[in-house]
């Protein structure tokens, strides 16, 4: 009846883009949770994944106890290495395999469209992308250290919407935890409403901000006019971006 995913604020970037996917597999409810509690809306006919590169932290401790307290049904990804003995009859997952989990879990929910969709096509274009952008690729063409090296030492402020705006939050969590510097992102049309007062003050900031904006042809036409609108202010203000 309902999706939960259950997870802390250092994987949160992960359990985001999974926003990105589920426009166009659910059609039920999907909500992300950071707390130390279950959601109060979760039942047993709740689907309950637990998301934790370090399932250790106190707030995850406390939702597999509320979990296995109830007799809830969960599904857990984590670290291979993780191991706690109070818990060995849990299951986890790799990180490295939860890309492909979460395609399979989520084509169950809609099985129509999963007919229409080339799984394999899409592990091949994921493959051939991570082999173009690596490490020892050449920064000459490699477009993503180009865009890291523009994006260096700079605020990175990451606007989106729609379908890429768990991408958004997902590429903001990543810089500020490999970075180690402030990234943030916001989403259309929500983003209309303030984005100019918030490129207005502090002046000295301004200079420090790096947009980068995710667009898209799938976006509906209100949004890309609101988009355009956008990018008009960022040259009225003096803002860097990078389009992608």
């Known amino acids: 009846t309902d999706f939960n995913i259950l997870t802390t604020g250092q994987d949160k970037h992960l359990a985001e883009i999974i926003h990105s996917f589920s426009p166009f597999f659910l059609n039920i409810n999907l909500r992300i949770s950071t707390g130390f509690r279950l959601p109060n809306h979760t039942t047993h006919n709740s689907l309950i994944l637990v998301l934790a590169s370090t399932p250790n932290q106190s707030e995850i401790k406390s939702v597999i106890s509320e979990i296995e307290s109830k007799k809830y049904k969960a599904v857990f990804l984590t670290h291979p290495s993780y191991q706690q003995e109070s818990q060995s009859e849990l299951n986890y997952q790799s990180h490295a395999h939860t890309i492909g989990f979460i395609f399979g879990l989520l084509a169950r929910f809609n099985p129509q469209l999963s007919k229409t969709i080339a799984f394999d096509k899409i592990f091949t274009l994921i493959e051939s992308t991570a082999h173009k952008l690596a490490k020892d690729v050449d920064q000459k063409s490699n477009p993503a250290k180009s865009l890291s090296q523009k994006h260096s030492q700079k605020a990175v402020l ?82 860097n971006y990078t389009e992608i």
């Open 158 to 239: 990451v606007f989106s919407s729609g379908h890429l705006s768990g991408v958004a939050s997902y590429v903001s969590g990543h810089i500020i935890r490999q970075a180690k510097t402030f990234s943030t992102s916001w989403h259309f049309p929500e983003a209309k409403h303030f984005s100019e007062s918030l490129l207005t003050y502090p002046v000295k900031a301004l200079s420090e901000y790096q947009v980068l904006l995710l667009n898209s042809e799938l976006f509906p036409n209100n949004i890309k006019s609101e988009i355009q609108e956008f990018k008009q202010l960022l040259a009225k203000k003096r803002i």
